[in-house]
Nanobody, 125 residues
Framework: QVQLVDSGGGRVQAGDSLRLSCAASGDTFTLYAMAWFRQAPGKEREFVAGVSRGGQSTYYTDSVKGRFTISRDNTKNSMYLQMNSLKPEDTAVYYC??????????????????WGQGTQVTISS
């Protein structure tokens, strides 16, 4: 089971950028499809972006397409989320997640076996 530590959150203004990082350890990183989820107060945890095991395929929820970029560096056992043109509605706790599986990263949180501790992203208008 891989262990995950996410970081990089903060408080910025609308239109600014942030880069989240997720460091993995404890298992073979390339066995895992990876994803970012977020959870705002009073809302369910939602899928933000996912990346395949090799990093060639990426997937996004519609609200972040064109603004966010997910990537991974398998040589560093790390995953990233570059967030540009941030909006107040992007405010949430962001979590990285790992799914030991082949194929498309799932969009439902229940199938993910490992989670980071979460990093707060706050966007002020």
């Amino acid at each position: 089971q891989v262990q995950l530590v996410d970081s990089g959150g903060g408080r910025v203004q609308a239109g600014d950028s942030l880069r989240l990082s997720c460091a993995a350890s404890g298992d073979t990183f390339t066995l895992y499809a990876m994803a970012w989820f977020r959870q705002a107060p009073g809302k369910e945890r939602e899928f933000v972006a996912g990346v395949s095991r090799g990093g060639q395929s990426t997937y996004y929820t519609d609200s972040v397409k064109g603004r966010f970029t997910i990537s991974r560096d398998n040589t560093k056992n790390s995953m990233y989320l570059q967030m540009n043109s941030l909006k107040p509605e992007d405010t949430a706790v962001y979590y990285c997640a790992a799914q030991r599986a082949i194929g498309v990263p799932a969009r439902t949180p229940e199938v993910y076996s490992s989670w980071g501790q979460g990093t707060q992203v706050t966007i002020s208008s």
